[in-house]
């Protein structure tokens, strides 16, 4: 069974609307991320946390806030989406730093 | 510049042959992971390397920290190897978190 999860898997949205991505971990760990990926990109982290109600921003924090309501699950928050965040947002879970890190299978968004 | 560099960043292989790919970091890389993205865009964890080589299969993996690069070589290569491969360090100036290269794209054709 998949240990990382990710809803919804798609998602077509409109410029200013509020999108949120949701992902659910089962591998009891305490640190989960936030990545997107952009054609032909390699992952680049948006926010991250390290313990329930905590998150910490990543490289590219600018546009997203980010939400941990146990230790289970993480969600990506986008207020007002815009064009330049039409990419492909992958979650993933580690034991902590010098860790493996664990991927979802990853949410496409298209903003229009 | 890029903080980790995959080189080459596509390449072709023939059926049964067997090939290396390469990252080198500009950054003191602590750990390094590689990735295999399948066509559906799936991250496959292949390595977690701490400085020193991994072996799975027909995968090898070397990381070597003094010299700052890590290697992934793949032997006697299968259609299902087709992908994009990609490798990530953790650093010390990242705040432990991973830095991913670009990416190699490999075919394997019959």
């Known amino acids: 069974e998949a240990a990382v999860t990710q809803s919804p898997r798609s998602k077509v949205a409109v410029t200013g609307g509020k999108v949120t991505l949701s992902c659910h971990q089962t591998?009891?760990?305490?640190?989960m991320y936030w990545y997107r990926q952009d054609t032909g990109h390699g992952l680049r982290l948006i926010h991250y946390s390290y313990v329930a109600d905590s998150t910490e921003k990543g490289d590219i924090p600018d546009g997203y806030k980010a939400s941990r309501p146990s230790q289970e699950n993480f969600s990506l928050i986008l207020e007002l989406a815009s064009l330049s965040q039409t990419a492909v947002y992958f979650c993933?879970?580690?034991?902590?730093?010098?860790?493996?890190?664990?991927f979802g299978p990853g949410t496409r968004l298209t903003v229009l | 510049g890029d903080k980790v560099k995959q080189s080459p960043s596509a390449l072709s292989l023939q059926e049964g042959t067997n090939s290396a790919l390469r990252c080198n970091f500009s950054i003191a890389a602590t750990t390094v992971q590689w990735f295999l993205q399948n066509p559906r865009g799936s991250l496959i964890n292949l390595f977690y390397l701490v400085p020193g080589t991994k072996e799975n299969g027909r995968l090898k993996s070397t990381f070597n920290s003094k010299e700052s690069y890590s290697t992934l070589h793949i032997r006697d290569a299968q259609l299902e190897d087709s992908g994009t491969y990609f490798c990530a360090a953790e650093a010390t100036s990242s705040g432990q978190k991973l830095v991913f290269g670009q990416g190699t794209i490999l075919k394997v054709y019959l």
């Open positions: 591998n009891n760990h305490d640190y």
């Open positions: 993933a879970s580690s034991d902590g730093d010098y860790y493996e890190q664990y």
